[in-house]
């Protein structure tokens, strides 16, 4: 009989192991259902910036781009364009386009950022295509502002100028000025290829070849950058800042020698 009662459980213990039960089915809901919540609140908040997307699209881009993105004669489609492309194209005012023409003028925006991000949210699901770019990929801290430079005249210069000022291009094309664009769409812009722009692909321009000329057109165009060749013509580089010299400093000294022999053959026949 002793040894049945020295055996016999306190009648606490039952709800010792019941709490500490509790306790384990608690941590493992701690370790794995937070995760599996956020995934489910990304998705219903993704789904909800789609719908909202939706209705913004059809109230000011279906008329163009058509009711499902594909395109009519007055817009092309909008299929696989990526949310990169919507957020700088809407993000720089550039669409809604106001009236047709040779190209799309930048302009002050009509939609905020959360509206420009739920038409990206929604003009992405019909396609894939490039995303939006990350801080980390456009800010140009711990970049390389010689590549960036160097890269930026091997592949840029032709239309934009050595620094990025811009200059016409045919039929009513220009190639605008980069002075006053924000880091992020001078990123989206080479993602995408707006305009008359090619695109360049992460094949083609890695990122970290990307963010080197977010960097160098950041810095080219800022205080930090000084011109020691004096006027710089718009930026166009050695061969127009010479040829300016040449016409216009050979045609200077060949009035002044006009001049000097004129006075010379008048004061002869006085």
Request: proline residues 6%.
């Amino acid at each position: 009989m002793k040894k049945l009662s020295a055996r016999r459980r306190h009648p606490l213990a039952a709800l010792v192991v019941l709490l500490f039960a509790l306790a384990a089915t608690g941590g493992l809901y701690t370790a794995f259902a937070p995760a599996g919540e956020a995934k489910a609140d990304k998705k219903s908040s993704q789904s909800l910036a789609i719908e909202e997307g939706k209705k913004l699209y059809a109230t000011g881009c279906s008329s163009c781009h058509g009711t499902g993105g594909q395109g009519t004669s007055d817009g092309p489609s909008l299929v696989g364009v990526g949310a990169a492309a919507v957020d700088f194209q809407v993000g720089t005012g550039r669409m809604p386009l106001q009236q047709p023409g040779a190209q799309a003028p930048k302009k002050k925006k009509v939609y905020s950022q959360d509206e420009t991000n739920q038409l990206a949210a929604y003009v992405a699901s019909l396609g894939a295509g490039p995303n939006q770019p990350t801080k980390e990929q456009y800010d140009p801290n711990g970049a390389d502002v010689a590549k960036g430079g160097e890269l930026f005249r091997n592949n840029c210069a032709q239309c934009h100028n050595f620094t990025g000022e811009g200059g016409a291009l045919t039929h009513g094309k220009f190639a605008p000025d980069l002075g006053d664009v924000s880091e992020k769409h001078i990123y989206e812009a080479m993602q995408t290829g707006p305009q008359n722009m090619p695109v360049f692909t992460d094949g083609a321009m890695p990122p970290k070849e990307k963010k080197d000329i977010v960097a160098y057109l950041k810095t080219v165009n800022s205080d930090k950058s000084d011109s020691p060749g004096g006027f710089k013509l718009g930026g166009f580089g050695p061969v127009s800042e010479g040829m300016f010299a040449w016409i216009f400093g050979l045609g200077g000294l060949i009035t002044v020698a006009v001049w000097v022999a004129a006075r010379t053959a008048k004061a002869k026949k006085s």
